[in-house]
């Protein structure tokens, strides 16, 4: 999910993202009295303040252990409206490290509201090191992870991989508000972000006051199999090259080229990323996409296969950045869509159905990529290895009652626009706004992005 990628030093660049717990919405363990501790100033910024939050690691009970959870909050404690809880995506990404970029990209709120971030568990200043999965896979969704490094993260982690799990943070940041001594606050949440919002605001609401969902990931769960990124790849391509005229259809060649050199979760990967970074194809700030596939459907792959390589062992990307663990502990304990269904299903079941849901794929539905590129790509090759684990629990509520925006990059092949469609019906007070031309993580990075949610935000 959302700030999604391989490639970190691209995303961070531009997004400056079996025992569980108790059930959703029960009280805090008898005892736990959730404080903020060992404060100071922030080294990465000196209007923040940075301190510990402790929690445990298994609310039920069952299982001992604490985590210490990094948390950066701004110094501005009269801010009239109150805090703004900004959710990092991923999931993987860190909170208070990428506090200075998000700060400056959402400048034009922090008179009103006190910002903070936090380490969501797992990440940042406590992030989970999977070795050989993070040297696979890095930041990315695309990339499948061999079956070894994901039963190897599964070990290190033992039955703690358990506790991962969106409704584990969500109870921390409860936790995390109490310590504050805040009645309300307002959540920001991108890519993933917006899942954990929906989420705590599905089990919290009258602990949220208002809620921005960027680059939207619906309540109920992702497609793990990708299926609307497959198939909006053909209209984005179409859409770059009639801006800059180039006279051809590469959305057809893309269809070529896959199907030729079998190099389609590569080429996947590529565009996602493009999406972020590089939306419309114009290679200002990324490779040059469509040159790439059309020399590629001319018969010289080399160009593209070369940057499809560098993408996936480049630049190694270090846990703190983003935990490719934490990533599938949490995707993986997470998503119920999945084609054998939840995470507790055995692992013998899973190649069956994941052979029976690739015979559903039709060709229309993926094209310009093949339909297997849908089970080829790092979602469903990682979890389909992930041993059995406890599913996330649903939220105690259906529909989010507090006012909700929602914006989404019409180019967006992270979270395509799909998603944010899907989430929107299901918001009896929300409003999802497609900014034209955008692709992944809207606020900072687009006026109009940033004009409405100014607006919604704070009535200007």
């Known amino acids: 999910m959302p700030a999604l990628t391989r490639a970190f030093r691209w995303t961070a660049a531009v997004l400056t993202s079996v025992a569980l717990t108790l059930p959703p919405g029960a009280p805090a363990a008898?005892?736990?009295?959730?404080?903020?501790?060992?404060?100071?100033?922030?080294?990465?910024?000196?209007?923040?303040?940075?301190?510990?939050?402790?929690v445990p690691l298994d609310r039920s009970g069952a299982r001992p252990g604490t985590l210490r959870l990094r948390v950066a909050v701004a110094n501005n404690a009269d801010a009239p409206r109150g805090v703004l809880m900004v959710l990092s995506g991923g999931p993987g990404q860190p909170g208070p490290a990428l506090v200075p970029r998000i700060s400056q990209r959402l400048s034009y709120l922090l008179t009103d509201y006190r910002m903070v971030m936090i380490d969501?568990?797992?990440?940042?200043?406590?992030?989970?090191?999977?070795?050989?999965?993070?040297?696979?896979?890095?930041?990315?969704d695309v990339t499948p992870p061999t079956p070894a490094a994901v039963r190897e993260c599964a070990d290190l982690l033992g039955r703690d991989r358990n506790h991962y799990t969106t409704a584990d943070t969500v109870a921390d940041l409860e936790d995390l508000r109490r310590a504050l001594g805040v009645p309300r606050w307002t959540l920001d949440g991108v890519s993933y972000g917006s899942f954990v919002a929906e989420h705590y605001g599905l089990t919290?609401?009258?602990?949220?006051?208002?809620?921005?969902?960027?680059?939207?990931?619906?309540?109920?769960?992702?497609?793990?199999?990708?299926?609307?990124?497959?198939?909006?790849?053909g209209e984005v391509l179409r859409t770059a090259c009639r801006e800059q005229q180039c006279g051809y259809d590469p959305a057809a060649e893309l269809a070529e080229v896959v199907r030729r050199y079998d190099n389609g979760v590569g080429v996947l990967d590529l565009l996602v990323i493009a999406s972020i970074v590089d939306p419309g194809l114009t290679a200002?700030?990324?490779?040059?996409?469509?040159?790439?596939?059309?020399?590629?459907?001319?018969?010289?792959?080399?160009?593209?296969?070369?940057?499809?390589?560098?993408?996936?062992?480049?630049?190694?990307?270090?846990?703190?950045?983003?935990?490719?663990?934490?990533?599938?502990?949490?995707?993986?304990?997470?998503?119920?869509?999945?084609?054998?269904?939840?995470?507790?299903?055995?692992?013998r079941f899973r190649d069956a159905a994941v052979e029976r849901a690739l015979a559903k794929v039709s060709a229309?539905?993926?094209?310009?990529?093949?339909?297997?590129?849908?089970?080829?790509q790092g979602i469903i090759a990682g979890c389909r290895y992930w041993p059995p684990s406890q599913p996330n629990p649903r939220p105690p509520y259906s529909r989010l009652t507090m006012p909700v925006l929602m914006i989404n990059g019409d180019r967006d092949l992270s979270t395509p626009l799909e998603w944010a469609r899907e989430q929107a019906a299901l918001?009896?007070?929300?409003?999802?706004?497609?900014?034209?031309?955008?692709?992944?993580?809207?606020?900072?990075?687009?006026?109009?992005?940033?004009?409405?949610?100014?607006?919604?935000?704070?009535?200007?």
Do not use: K
């Open 30 to 54: 008898a005892g736990h009295h959730p404080r903020l501790t060992d404060s100071a100033p922030c080294a990465e910024i000196a209007t923040f303040t940075c301190s510990y939050l402790t």
């Open 120 to 140: 969501q568990r797992g990440t940042g200043a406590g992030a989970i090191d999977c070795p050989r999965l993070q040297a696979e896979v890095g930041a990315s």
């Open 284 to 347: 200002a700030n990324f490779y040059p996409v469509l040159s790439l596939l059309h020399l590629a459907a001319q018969g010289d792959p080399g160009p593209l296969n070369s940057v499809i390589e560098d993408l996936r062992h480049g630049t190694f990307t270090p846990p703190a950045e983003f935990s490719s663990g934490l990533h599938v502990a949490t995707l993986c304990g997470d998503l119920r869509s999945t084609p054998w269904g939840d995470a507790s299903t055995p692992l």
């Open 204 to 233: 919290h609401p009258r602990r949220v006051e208002r809620m921005v969902l960027d680059s939207v990931v619906p309540q109920n769960d992702l497609d793990p199999l990708y299926v609307d990124s497959l198939g909006r790849a």
């Open 427 to 460: 918001t009896p007070h929300g409003r999802l706004v497609v900014i034209e031309g955008m692709g992944h993580s809207i606020q900072g990075r687009n006026a109009e992005g940033d004009r409405v949610v100014r607006e919604f935000l704070t009535g200007r």
């Open 364 to 376: 229309d539905e993926a094209w310009p990529f093949e339909p297997r590129t849908a089970v080829e």
